[in-house]
């Protein structure tokens, strides 16, 4: 099989990811590297791609083992045939820290995003998207850790300042540096605030992704937290039902990220002193977290 049969199978593989198709785009990304590893070796940068893509693959089906596999072997490959500072290498610092954040695991992930910003600003210009998009993931990551609320902010604010020069203001990406913002204000008591810009942030997400997608599911999730820490409890519920709803039909029901909004439902069902319906949630996010350790 050619190199361009390569391109198609990664070309097809992406548009099967971002329908959904998962299935369909594990066969194609697989396809892909094994014709890589035909023509240039299992240890070729070029292999590196495709390994980084099957990564990213695992990663949105949950499969957090096998995507943590894979994006090591990427970023060992990529670090065995590229300069330090190849920008290559940054995104694979990246993709490893992004699964590291989305399992809690903030401690292991806070150093690979620390080396791909310095990677980035040696390497890339002041307005480079990419450079940006680090910026605001260790923004998050100090967030998450309840430290650095200054460089938060800062971080940021100059990853939000480059993704609207340069692609304007309702733009995805400056949605989710909306979102980092507004979870800071939100820690800082400012709620008013933080209402504001999650409700763009989730206005921006609904526009480009649709009312069902798994990022929208995030945004209700983050309001009815905000309205939870403000005792609205009757408007904390109906946006973490409608945050549920929408993350079970856009990952599965025995996705993990379902478990993270079950969570956050029950806390508040506990403040509301509805014992029993608690524990019926306790129960499935038990048996998710079961059937993910099982699958392991």
Known sequence: MSIMTLHCSNHLAMVYQEQGKYD????Q???????????????HYNTASCLHNLAHLARLQGDYIRAESLYQHALDVRQNTLEPDYPHIAVSLNGLA???????????????????????????????????????????????????????????????????????????????????????????????QAESLFLQSLTIRKKILGSTHANVSQSLMNLGALYEEQRKFIEAEAHYQQALTIMERSVGREHPKVALVLINYASLLRKM????????????????QEKSSRDV
């Open 98 to 192: 992004t699964l590291y954040q989305e399992q809690g695991m903030y401690d292991q992930a806070e150093p690979l995003f620390e080396q791909a910003l310095m990677i980035r600003q040696k390497q890339l210009s002041s307005e480079d998207l990419e450079l940006a998009a680090s910026y605001n993931n260790l923004a998050n990551i100090y967030l998450y850790q309840y430290k650095e609320y200054d460089q938060v902010e800062s971080l940021s604010r100059r990853a939000l300042e480059i993704f609207e020069k340069v692609l304007g203001k309702d733009h995805l990406l400056g949605g989710e540096c909306l979102n980092t913002l507004a979870e800071l204000y939100a820690r800082q008591g400012k709620y008013d």
């Open 24 to 27: 369909q785009a594990k066969t």
């Open 29 to 43: 990304f697989e396809q892909a590297r094994e014709i890589s590893e035909n023509v240039w070796g299992s240890g």
């Open 273 to 288: 002193g509805r014992n029993d319906e608690v524990q019926k949630i306790k129960a499935r996010i038990h048996a998710l």
